[in-house]
């Protein structure tokens, strides 16, 4: 089983400042990681996605993730932030193998860009 | 518009009444979930399918839910005997086959009781 830990529940951001939305998991197996966005009365827009390889990713709106095995942290970042990025974040983990294929949520983030 | 489609997008209901919700994957993806948002929450799992059969269900999902997917394409999910507690907004998602594969998100049906 996995679990997902966003220990900020709320941000507020000056507009144009960087930001840092922090993610913890806890697995047994190794993990595939994720950031969603949601708009008010959206659904889920995938933000980035980290399967293998490079532990910095690259996602949509100027957002990057790092993985971290050691510290099981996948922390999401963006240089500059603008009010458009006024919404829920929402890190996710499922395990890697075969037949795991449920997704695990944080409790979410609130970023508010203060202009 | 190819994304995954929900219908409705609002419902609300009285106590104790039936509804049941409609999701439309996209066209090639053969996984299909099922997941439940409350206030101030991450989505919860419900239950998946691959084509028509169920692989999965969470305890969440009491017997006053089912879910089908009978022809391995549309999915609805039934609630019986609604509760004020089930209130929430619920959400799809579909995926390819392949486990390395990201899900993809409706817009959800926002179930209200009263």
């Known amino acids: 089983a996995q679990s997902v830990t966003q220990l900020d529940s709320q941000v507020p951001v000056f507009e144009e400042a960087p930001v840092e939305l922090r993610c913890n998991y806890s697995s047994s197996v190794s993990v595939y990681l994720f950031w969603y966005v949601q708009y008010p009365n959206q659904g889920l827009q995938l933000l980035l996605k980290y399967l293998s390889g490079s532990t910095l990713v690259k996602g949509i709106n100027g957002f990057e993730a790092e993985f971290n095995k050691s510290q099981t942290s996948f922390h999401l970042r963006k240089p500059s932030v603008h009010i458009s990025d006024t919404a829920e974040y929402f890190c996710a983990v499922r395990g890697s193998n075969f037949g795991n294929e449920k997704l695990t949520f944080g409790t979410g983030t609130r970023l508010t860009i203060i202009p | 518009d190819t994304g995954v489609s929900q219908n409705p997008r609002h419902k609300i209901t009285k106590r104790g009444q039936n509804v049941t919700f409609r999701c439309d994957p996209i066209?090639?993806?053969?996984?299909l979930y099922w997941y439940r948002q409350t206030l101030g929450q991450g989505p919860e799992f419900l239950t998946y399918f691959q084509n028509e059969a169920q692989l999965e269900k969470s305890r969440l999902l009491s017997d006053r839910f089912s879910a089908e997917r009978p022809k391995g394409s549309f999915s609805t999910l039934e609630i019986q005997r609604t509760e004020q507690g089930d209130s929430a907004m619920y959400l799809c998602?579909?995926?390819?086959?392949?486990?390395?594969?990201?899900?993809?998100f409706g817009q959800g049906t926002r179930l209200t009781v009263v």
């Open positions: 066209s090639e993806h053969n996984r």
């Open positions: 998602a579909s995926s390819l086959p392949e486990g390395n594969t990201e899900a993809f």
